[in-house]
Each structure stands twice: as C-alpha cells, then as structure tokens.
C-alpha cells in the first residue's frame, strides 16, 4: 500500500460514525460504558466496581453537564457546550427562552431542557476485567441521596477507595424500581465495600491500567451545534454514510445516538435512555 492509499482508506474510515477518537469503532466503544442495567427478568442485582486514581492526585470524580432530551421518542444525554466549555448551547437557548415568558406550561416545558450535572469517574469493571478501562457516569443528585452521597462515607471511614496498593472495590447492591407511570428502571439501593487489596496482583496489567492515559473525553461525544439546533426543534438527526455527516429533517427514521454516531435504537441502547428526567433518580 502507497501512502496515499493509506491517507485515502484514513479519510474514509474517519467518515463512518463508527470511527471515534483514538481510533475506536462502536462495538469498542461500547466497552468503556460502565452501566448499571439490571435486566427484564431481576429484580435485584449486584456489580462490583474500583475507582482508579488520578496521575496528580486530584479528585477521580469529573463532573460534566448534560442535557436530557426526547429525540425520536426515546431519553437521550447531551454534552452541554454551554455550561461546559462557555460555547453556544442552542438547548440552553430554548430553556432560557422558554423561561423567560412568565407561563407555569413554558416552566414546565423547559425543564426537558435544562442541562443536569454529572459525575464521570475511570474506573475497572471486575466482572469484565478484560474491557480494561471504563467509564462510569451518574447524575448530580441535588437531596443528597445519590451515588456520590453513597461512595463518600466509605472514603471517610475507610480511606482513599483510589489507592493502588490499599484500596477498595466497591459492591453496588441494584434494585428494580418504577416510575409513577410505572416504567422500570435500575436504582442503587447501596454501596458497601471489600477489603484493602491492589489494583490487580499481575504487575503488568497494574501498570497498563494505571498508566492508560484515555479520558472520559475520548468515550463521551460532543455533538456539533447543528445537530443540538436540530434536535431543539424537534428533528431526529441519523447520520448518512454517503455525505459523511447527519442529515436533519423532520421525516426520518427514529435513531439512538450514542458514543458520536447515530445508530438504529435495535442495536444501541442507552442504559438510562427509558429513565425520566426527575431530580429524584439517582442516574
């Protein structure tokens, strides 16, 4: 192969939503979401999880703004550009116009559009150690009763959970629970954690853990702005492989975006995607 073979079959893989930052296809991607979905059948469930520790010593809980949006019918996050990086944020734009009027109806529309803070912490998934690094986001929660609120008595009381030497996994109990229109979703009833024990006994897979240096950046896309403007005004984007980027219209078919591409919602489901937005979820 030429180099200019090799530059030509670069530019059209980078074409293709499944090509992500640092070269991950969807299915790769898919391995850095650490999730937790109990499924149809449990009612109950348990994961067990470790917090890796940050190179400068800083807090592992990265927080981040997303907005939660209907989009073909199904919930969907959004990287807030607005409260995140201080760029335009046509959703914001919406909420802010909405709240302005005065009517309790436009109050009540808007809240569809107000941004939510999240945390994003790296971390190891136990139960499928070979993914290596993932990626673990929950929301803010605002009455104290969340994830974070569960994870921060233990790092009182026990230590820094991060240590690779002395740290701790932590046991996440789950539980099925329902909304007051009576759909299921998956909630942490509690915490608890394991005793002191490394990272990982293999020195090699320790460091290559430790040492990898992929940030919650890498997995959690940031949509462009045409695409947030479309979604404001209630299109559903899908991609078009031929143009090489998102078609907006309003006579499309229903896709799931996830990870930086748009795929068919068969194959790429958002473990949150059927949670409604209400500050009293914990994800």
Partial sequence: MTSLDAVLAQYEQSKSPDYGQKGMSQEERMKKYFTLLL???SNSGQRRVRILPTPD?????????????QVGGKWQKFYDPGKNDNERSPLNEVYEELMSTGKESDKELAKQYKSRKFYIVKVIDRDREEDGIKFWRFKHNYKQDGILDKIIPIWRNKGDVTDAEK?????????KQKTPKGAAYTTVSTIMYDDPSPVHQDDKIKKDWLEDEMTWLDVYSKKPVEYLEAIARGEVPRWDSDKGGYVY???VETTESFGGSSLPTSKYVDPQANNEVDEELPF
């Fill in 57 to 69: 010593g800083s807090s592992p809980f990265k927080e981040a703004w997303y907005h939660e949006v």
């Fill in 39 to 41: 499924d149809d059948k």
């Fill in 249 to 251: 219209s309003n006579d």
């Fill in 167 to 175: 740290g701790r996994d932590l046991i996440i109990e789950l539980t």
